[in-house]
């Protein structure tokens, strides 16, 4: 489950991101910059307001000289904070700055912040993990640039996903995040997604937090209770026979045509070491909901594009087979999605197209949660 970290910089914020869900209330001056650090008794207050209903986090400017480092560290948690933020240095002396936070680690989750627009060296994460860090987050230095997709392909950011979760840390994303990005980055698996600038009004992070921007996020974010409620209530229905069981009729599809890569393909020798063009094809059958102008209601042509893009980046595929099987897996995974069929053609190998096309459904019991 992906969880929403709200960064707030009053009390009355981190009351507007409690009231519209928030999982993790984060204490940040976004006027200082990426990782503004709010003074200490600003934080203390924030942390008051909270009174534990859910778990704060606070930004710590990260002095050079070690020691200091520590001292940092020691008042924010003096503050009351669950976990402390910080800017992995590009110094050469990281690794002793993260050896010498490391006896922190044992009563602070510490996690550290890599920015995906400065070169962030994830060789990095398995010192973060031996010095008993609690997570590492990608974020973006410079806000007015762009947003963290722009900044780092999805198949990148599902590397650092992945990387995290065999090291033990917990996986986070911010970065001038916008309501479409949040359906396109749960696929890439973070344990958590950070905003400012979109829970605020016309996306302006220096602005206050505005409830109907907040509930929008935490509704893009589906939490496992959600799931289960909506299923279980389904499921019921259909049981007692006040609703048909969902069918064909209910549902609309969003397609990607004729989508060109160049990627290495192929079971041939002469197929390795070089990219060819393949034409991807798909089209995924949605569960229908009350159409309007709102993210909500949307299931994007994006989330289709960034699946084939984490399968290029996995490198050399001999099989068209294979590479069709894994998008059809990849869509399947939201929970709208009833069908989806995969065209898959290599373009360089004849005068026409040759591949594979296929259908797949989601399989009954992985919608169905049977009621008590």
């Known amino acids: 489950?992906?969880?929403?970290?709200?960064?707030?910089?009053?009390?009355?914020?981190?009351?507007?991101?409690?009231?519209?869900?928030?999982?993790?209330?984060?204490?940040?001056?976004?006027?200082?910059?990426?990782?503004?650090?709010?003074?200490?008794?600003?934080?203390?207050?924030?942390?008051?307001?909270?009174?534990?209903?859910?778990?704060?986090?606070?930004?710590?400017?990260l002095p050079h000289d070690v020691a200091h480092a520590r001292r940092a560290f020691e008042e924010a948690a003096d503050a009351g904070v669950d976990y402390v933020k910080f800017a992995l240095p590009l110094t050469p002396d990281a690794g002793e700055i993260v050896a010498a936070l490391s006896p922190l680690a044992q009563r602070l989750k510490i996690v550290a912040v890599?920015?995906?627009?400065?070169?962030?060296?994830?060789?990095?994460?398995?010192?973060?993990?031996?010095?008993?860090?609690?997570?590492?987050?990608?974020?973006?230095?410079?806000?007015?640039?762009?947003?963290?997709?722009?900044?780092?392909?999805?198949?990148?950011?599902?590397?650092?996903?992945?990387?995290?979760?065999e090291l033990n840390l917990s996986a986070g994303l911010a970065g001038a995040l916008e309501p479409p990005d949040v359906p396109r980055l749960l696929v890439t698996g973070p344990d958590v997604l950070g905003f400012r600038g979109a829970l605020c009004?016309?996306?302006?992070?220096?602005?206050?937090?505005?409830?109907?921007?907040?509930?929008?996020?935490?509704?893009?974010?589906?939490?496992?209770?959600?799931?289960?409620?909506?299923?279980?209530?389904?499921?019921?229905?259909?049981?007692?026979?006040y609703i048909e069981p969902p069918g064909l009729n209910e549902t609309d599809c969003v397609f990607?045509?004729?989508?060109?890569?160049?990627?290495?393909?192929?079971?041939?020798?002469?197929?390795?070491?070089?990219?060819?063009?393949?034409?991807?094809?798909?089209?995924?059958?949605?569960?229908?909901?009350?159409?309007?102008?709102?993210?909500?209601?949307?299931?994007?042509y994006d989330v289709i594009m960034d699946a084939i893009k984490v399968i290029l980046a996995g490198g050399h595929i001999a099989m068209v087979e294979t590479i069709a099987e894994r998008l059809a897996?990849?869509?399947?995974?939201?929970?709208?999605?009833?069908?989806?069929?995969v065209q898959v053609e290599k373009l360089d190998v004849a005068p026409g197209a040759v591949g594979v096309k296929i259908r797949r459904e989601r399989h009954p019991d992985a919608r169905r949660v049977k009621p008590n």
């Open 1 to 61: 489950m992906t969880l929403m970290l709200a960064s707030v910089l009053s009390r009355e914020e981190a009351e507007i991101a409690l009231a519209h869900g928030a999982d993790i209330i984060d204490c940040k001056d976004p006027a200082r910059g990426a990782l503004g650090a709010l003074p200490l008794a600003q934080v203390a207050d924030i942390v008051a307001a909270v009174d534990g209903r859910r778990p704060v986090s606070a930004v710590v400017d």
């Open 114 to 165: 890599l920015f995906a627009d400065l070169g962030p060296d994830f060789a990095s994460l398995p010192d973060l993990a031996a010095a008993g860090f609690h997570g590492a987050m990608l974020d973006t230095a410079h806000k007015g640039k762009g947003r963290l997709i722009d900044m780092m392909p999805v198949g990148a950011l599902s590397e650092f996903t992945g990387l995290c979760r």
């Open 201 to 241: 009004a016309h996306g302006d992070r220096r602005a206050g937090i505005d409830a109907g921007a907040t509930r929008l996020i935490r509704d893009l974010i589906p939490t496992r209770r959600d799931k289960i409620d909506t299923l279980a209530a389904e499921w019921a229905l259909i049981a007692r026979g």
């Open 256 to 300: 990607l045509h004729d989508y060109v890569v160049p990627m290495e393909v192929g079971a041939y020798a002469h197929e390795y070491g070089h990219t060819q063009r393949v034409r991807f094809n798909v089209d995924a059958e949605v569960a229908r909901v009350d159409v309007t102008d709102d993210m909500r209601a949307v299931f994007s």
């Open 329 to 341: 897996e990849s869509v399947l995974l939201h929970e709208r999605v009833r069908s989806v069929t």
